[in-house]
């Protein structure tokens, strides 16, 4: 059983940023590789951002140039650095855990509660 909890979340104006964590807990295993997803309402989940555990990181087209994924392997911990926030990007944010295959992320089926990202004047 796998236990994710994320926090950081909250409201910004356009144009500023948010740190997002989250603390992964409850393998045996170390953790492969780990993701960030967001829902926004009356849309499907979506992969933002994810990294393998060597570092290697992956971002959404629409995120790319503006959030920062790391990783502490020690303390199994996941980190979005989220900076120039525009509206669009307001959802609820998902960590997760999960695997390559063929170069393609697959999160496994463990989520946390999220947390809420609003960005708005």
């Known amino acids: 059983q796998v236990q994710l909890v994320e926090s950081g979340g909250g409201l910004v104006q356009p144009g500023g940023s948010l740190r997002l964590s989250c603390a992964a807990s409850?393998?045996?295993?170390?953790?492969?590789?780990m993701g960030w997803y967001r829902q926004a309402p009356g849309k499907p989940r979506e992969l933002v951002a994810h990294?393998?555990?060597?570092?290697?990181?992956n971002l959404a087209d629409s995120v790319k140039d503006r959030f920062t994924i790391s990783r502490d392997n020690a303390k199994n911990t996941l980190t979005l650095q989220m900076d120039r926030l525009k509206p669009e990007d307001t959802a609820v944010y998902y960590c997760?855990?999960?695997?390559?295959?063929?170069?393609?992320?697959?999160?496994?089926?463990?989520w946390g509660q999220g947390t809420q990202v609003t960005v708005s004047l």
């Open positions: 990294i393998s555990r060597g570092g290697i990181p």
């Open positions: 409850g393998s045996a295993f170390s953790f492969d590789a």
């Open positions: 997760s855990v999960g695997k390559y295959n063929r170069g393609v992320y697959h999160a496994d089926n463990y």
